[in-house]
């Protein structure tokens, strides 16, 4: 897996997908210029897509062009919480190989010269780092 700074948009429009089929139990694998999401929608039915690096970015890109066009959007919490993750796995220069949805939060894990890194963010936590982001945003749009 080749590491990119993309993370953070492009786990964002996945959690944009997952927000619209109404998804849980997700998990999200890398594999070679690909992305693999398996989740069960409310009514408990398995769905599975394969997304290729290039069209998600596309598929973000086009987003980004219309959400000066239509209502905004409040995101969901796929959106925030993969979103959030991705921010994070950028800051630290992480290729994620998988994302699992677990108890109440997402596990992911990636290989390292020294084996497989693993860590645990809580959903609550990635709700108050998105909240925070925000209002840091916010702050530095109104003090230009």
Known sequence: MHLQSTWGPRLRTLGALLDAGKAAHVAITQGPNRVHVHWHNSQGLHFRTCHS???????????RRG???RPRRVPGTWEIWLRVLGQQLDEAAIDPAE???EQEGLRWSAASAEGTVSNWRAGHDL???DHARVCCRQALATAV
């Open 127 to 129: 709700l108050e780092e």
């Open 53 to 63: 690096l290039g069209g998600l970015d596309q598929l973000q890109s086009n987003l």
């Open 99 to 101: 994302i699992v949805d």
């Open 67 to 69: 959400r000066g066009t």
